[in-house]
């Protein structure tokens, strides 16, 4: 449990793996109530089950985050539910590596589609409770692909994360005041990110640079540190990776 944290009403995308799934069950062993969304509802049953079963709160909605229509419901509900939104995680992401040659179209739209569109609904869907409350928190998932361009294959997943951390400075000037924003750009994690890409010799090639991932949950406790901070406090950037990763 943690005085700053507990009955805070946290929403997060992507909550059905990974990152998401770790910072919903950590937020919610520290007395978070937390709102899970992404597209595989059996994963998101689950963990909001075991999160139950501990005395924690969670609710689920399924949620495709290049629906705004979806993004708003998922907010929608931890209000109808809770009766606020405290903080919103946009965390929902697809890292489809390959080169520009490869022409994967259809990738690229899928990911401008989830890791910037699907940001700006998080946006869209919360921001007016922001307001009308005097307060809330963006917790914006970036990448350090978004401070530096991953080569070979990396560009277009490298410009929606720069997309995602140009975005949330631009929020931060626009809501700065009461409302926080955070952008956190991890390193290389063990999640099912790295098996996203369908190019055989990039899919191998982060097969090798994952082996030196660190666990997901040392992300969800960087996004607990930036929720407890007082208020008054906005914690805006967070960059953590393995020991080992230059990059
Ligand atoms: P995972 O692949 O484990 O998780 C991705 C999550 O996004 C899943 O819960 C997935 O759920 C969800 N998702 C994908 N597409 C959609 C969609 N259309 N609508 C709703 N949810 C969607 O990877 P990570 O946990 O690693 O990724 C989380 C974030 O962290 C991403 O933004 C990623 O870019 C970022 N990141 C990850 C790093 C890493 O090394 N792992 C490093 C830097 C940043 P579902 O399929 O059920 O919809």
Excluded: C
């Excluded at 059996?42 to 985050?65: C, W, Y």
């Excluded at 946009?90 to 890791?115: H, Q, T």
């Excluded at 099912?192 to 991932?213: N, R, T, V, W």
């Amino acid at each position: 449990m943690s005085q700053a944290i507990a009955g805070k009403v946290v929403v997060i995308t992507g909550a059905s793996s990974g990152l998401g799934a770790a910072t919903a069950r950590h937020l919610g062993a520290l007395g978070a109530s937390v709102v899970l969304g992404a597209r595989r509802t059996e994963q998101l049953n689950s963990i909001a089950a075991d999160i139950t079963a501990a005395g924690g709160k969670a609710a689920v909605v399924q949620t495709d985050v290049t629906i705004a229509a979806d993004v708003q419901r998922l907010v929608d509900t931890a209000i109808a539910t809770f009766g606020k939104i405290d903080v919103l995680i946009n965390n929902a992401g697809l890292m489809a590596i390959a080169p520009l040659d490869a022409l994967k179209v259809d990738e690229w739209e899928r990911m401008i589609d989830i890791n910037i569109k699907g940001v700006l609904y998080g946006i869209a869907a919360a921001l007016p409770h922001f307001r009308a409350q005097g307060s809330g928190h963006f917790i914006n998932v970036s990448s350090v692909a978004g401070h530096k361009v991953i080569s070979p294959g990396g560009t277009v997943y490298s410009g929606t994360k720069f997309a995602v951390s140009a975005i949330s400075e631009g929020l931060r000037h626009e809501v700065g005041g009461a409302i926080r924003t955070t952008v956190i750009s991890p390193g290389a994690v063990d999640t099912e990110l790295q098996s996203g890409s369908s190019h055989a010799q990039s899919a191998a090639h982060l097969k090798e640079f994952y082996k030196i991932a660190i666990p997901a949950e040392t992300v969800a406790r960087a996004v607990a540190y930036a929720i407890e901070q007082p208020d008054g406090v906005d914690l805006n950037e967070i960059v953590l990776r393995p020991t080992l990763q230059d990059f």
